[in-house]
């Protein structure tokens, strides 16, 4: 009976582990990093565009740098030698950050886009209107800008959500890490593998189908 | 009120006003006319510091606009001192530009709240004022998006009432707006110039009003004032030929 291919006693047995050890911790890692690259890359976006020369230099080669380099050096990098400068967190958190500051780079860019999307004439009105500039930004600018990019910033959580297994080289066990803990305990891979496939599919396809609403509500389809 | 001394304004190579003086008297109305591209749309640019000399000064009231005396010179006048100096200006523009993000009333008084200080209850209540004014109290709560052009032209010009300015710039205000609504806002504006002391200065193709409201009409030709008249000598007796085939060509067109 050990020769089957397939258990599906096995693959019962071994679900709820799976899905109890992975599921939470794959979530946790895209839900906080998501926020921590929407919130980091609106900030690398404004700070691309100030008018002091050395702010918007130094922020594009930060975020070329973090662009290209691979998230698993990263990852790495932040994991092993952070402590050697006296800053020192659990794997998870390490993780996060390494998600949400690498996504954070591909936000700005979508944010970028969003920002330049607003016709000139907003800005123009907003002069003519004396707006101090930082409210011309908070209640002009930005409320017409991100509406249009939730959508691409969606589709950026999606894949940070497929990359959350690479967060295993640091010891966090997300839904792929959990399928391989099974499956090195029992010697079996086949079922826990396929019960990590399933959940990233059920979970990237609602996410997708979230992205296709709100394409719909924003107006705009890229 | 304004007083352009010496204006020179390029783009790269491309001089589009060329040593330009000119002064406007407090309360007149002065329109601009003249072929695209010969610099009207720049002057009322440069007076909402949208564009900056290249070299001159520009006035408005008493102040400098355009630079500040610093010991014995003149230097260009940084963001915060033309802030200072153009909230006395406003503008309509000729695509709207309203905020899409906000209701009308919040149009009307995200400026004088932000920028003037008023409590909102002040400004809600300037704010109603002017829509009543405009004709569109009904519209308060509507978003520009749901208004027809010329409604909307209506707002804008309401929103920039609201800061008070007592210098009104209208860039071609009507060139966007549908045929039939262009009556509408022209006797609006007229109706605001007869009722108020504000300057305007006033870019246009409708001749009709240009002549009606004007005090006087400035012809521009590459750059230069061709003709500086009352509006009466210029579309009836102009000086200058070139005056004359340009009117006659956009009378045809209209």
Same mark, same amino acid.
Not at chain 1, 177 to 198: D, K, L, M, N
Not at chain 2, 53 to 66: A, K, P, Y
Not at chain 2, 104 to 126: D, F, H, W, Y
């Given at each position: 009976?050990?020769?089957?291919?397939?258990?599906?006693?096995?693959?019962?047995?071994?679900?709820?582990?799976?899905?109890?050890?992975?599921?939470?911790?794959?979530?946790?890692?895209?839900?906080?990093?998501?926020?921590?690259?929407?919130?980091?890359?609106?900030?690398?976006?404004?700070?691309?565009?100030?008018?002091?020369?050395?702010?918007?230099?130094?922020?594009?080669?930060?975020?070329?740098?973090?662009?290209?380099?691979?998230?698993?050096?990263?990852?790495?990098?932040?994991?092993?030698?952070?402590?050697?400068?006296?800053?020192?967190?659990?794997?998870?958190?390490?993780?996060?950050?390494?998600?949400?500051?690498?996504?954070?780079?591909?936000?700005?860019?979508?944010?970028?886009?969003?920002?330049?999307?607003?016709?000139?004439?907003?800005?123009?009105?907003?002069?003519?209107?004396?707006?101090?500039?930082?409210?011309?930004?908070?209640?002009?600018?930005?409320?017409?800008?991100?509406?249009?990019?939730?959508?691409?910033?969606?589709?950026?959580?999606?894949?940070?959500?497929?990359?959350?297994?690479?967060?295993?080289?640091?010891?966090?066990?997300?839904?792929?890490?959990?399928?391989?803990?099974?499956?090195?305990?029992?010697?079996?891979?086949?079922?826990?593998?396929?019960?990590?496939?399933?959940?990233?599919?059920?979970?990237?396809?609602?996410?997708?189908?979230?992205?296709?609403?709100?394409?719909?509500?924003?107006?705009?389809?890229? | 009120?304004?007083?352009?001394?010496?204006?020179?304004?390029?783009?790269?190579?491309?001089?589009?006003?060329?040593?330009? $003086?000119?002064?406007?008297?407090?309360?007149?109305?002065?329109?601009?006319?003249?072929?695209?591209?010969?610099?009207?749309?720049?002057?009322?640019?440069?007076?909402?510091?949208?564009?900056?000399?290249?070299?001159?000064?520009?006035?408005?009231?008493?102040?400098?606009?355009?630079?500040?005396?610093?010991?014995?010179?003149?230097?260009?006048?940084?963001?915060?001192?033309?802030?200072?100096?153009?909230?006395?200006?406003?503008?309509?523009?000729?695509?709207?530009?309203?905020?899409? $993000?906000?209701?009308?009333?919040?149009?009307?008084?995200?400026?004088?709240?932000?920028?003037?200080?008023?409590?909102?209850?002040? %400004?809600?209540?300037? %704010?109603?004022?002017?829509?009543?004014?405009?004709?569109?109290?009904?519209?308060?709560? %509507?978003?520009?998006?749901?208004?027809?052009?010329?409604?909307?032209?209506?707002?804008?010009?309401?929103?920039?009432?609201?800061?008070?300015?007592?210098?009104?710039?209208?860039?071609?205000?009507?060139?966007?707006?549908?045929?039939?609504?262009?009556?509408?806002?022209? %006797?609006?504006?007229?109706?605001?110039? $007869?009722?108020?002391?504000?300057?305007?200065?006033?870019?246009?193709?409708?001749?009709?009003?240009?002549?009606?409201?004007?005090?006087?009409?400035?012809?521009?030709? $590459?750059?230069?004032?061709?003709?500086?008249?009352?509006?009466?000598?210029?579309?009836?007796?102009?000086?200058?030929?070139?005056?004359?085939?340009?009117?006659?060509?956009?009378?045809?067109?209209?």
């Amino acid at each position: 009976m050990n020769d089957e291919f397939w258990q599906w006693d096995y693959f019962w047995e071994v679900f709820p582990t799976v899905v109890g050890d992975g599921l939470l911790i794959t979530l946790q890692a895209t839900v906080y990093g998501s926020i921590i690259a929407y919130v980091l890359g609106l900030v690398f976006a404004l700070l691309r565009r100030s008018p002091i020369r050395v702010v918007s230099t130094v922020t594009w080669a930060i975020i070329e740098f973090i662009r290209s380099t691979p998230l698993l050096v990263q990852i790495f990098f932040l994991f092993f030698v952070f402590p050697d400068f006296g800053i020192r967190f659990d794997a998870l958190t390490t993780g996060v950050i390494a998600l949400g500051l690498h996504y954070a780079t591909y936000a700005a860019e979508v944010y970028r886009a969003g920002i330049e999307a607003v016709p000139v004439g907003q800005w123009e009105a907003a002069t003519a209107l004396s707006l101090p500039r930082a409210r011309t930004w908070r209640a002009v600018i930005l409320p017409q800008a991100i509406p249009r990019v939730l959508p691409a910033l969606g589709n950026y959580t999606i894949s940070m959500l497929k990359e959350t297994p690479l967060l295993l080289v640091i010891g966090v066990t997300d839904i792929a890490g959990a399928a391989f803990q099974q499956g090195s305990a029992a010697f079996r891979y086949v079922e826990p593998i396929t019960i990590a496939g399933i959940l990233f599919l059920v979970l990237s396809y609602s996410a997708s189908l979230l992205v296709r609403w709100l394409e719909r509500r924003v107006g705009t389809v890229h | 009120m304004i007083r352009f001394e010496d204006v020179v304004k390029r783009f790269g190579d491309h001089v589009v006003l060329d040593g330009l $003086n000119f002064t406007v008297a407090p309360g007149e109305f002065v329109t601009l006319i003249g072929p695209s591209g010969s610099g009207k749309t720049t002057i009322l640019r440069l007076l909402m510091t949208l564009e900056q000399v290249s070299s001159g000064t520009i006035h408005v009231g008493d102040e400098c606009l355009s630079h500040v005396r610093r010991g014995e010179k003149l230097v260009p006048a940084d963001e915060k001192h033309q802030r200072q100096v153009r909230k006395r200006i406003g503008m309509v523009f000729q695509q709207f530009n309203l905020f899409p $993000n906000m209701k009308v009333l919040q149009n009307l008084t995200e400026a004088p709240i932000r920028a003037l200080g008023l409590s909102r209850a002040e %400004a809600e209540e300037r %704010a109603h004022e002017l829509l009543e004014l405009v004709g569109l109290s009904d519209k308060v709560n %509507a978003h520009p998006t749901q208004l027809s052009g010329g409604q909307q032209q209506r707002v804008a010009i309401a929103r920039a009432l609201a800061m008070r300015p007592d210098v009104l710039l209208l860039d071609e205000v009507t060139s966007a707006l549908d045929p039939e609504l262009v009556a509408g806002v022209l %006797a609006l504006l007229k109706d605001i110039a $007869n009722t108020t002391d504000i300057t305007f200065l006033c870019v246009t193709h409708e001749m009709g009003f240009a002549r009606d409201v004007s005090d006087r009409v400035m012809m521009f030709d $590459n750059g230069h004032v061709l003709e500086d008249a009352p509006p009466d000598k210029l579309f009836s007796e102009p000086d200058h030929q070139r005056t004359r085939d340009f009117l006659s060509a956009v009378l045809e067109r209209g």
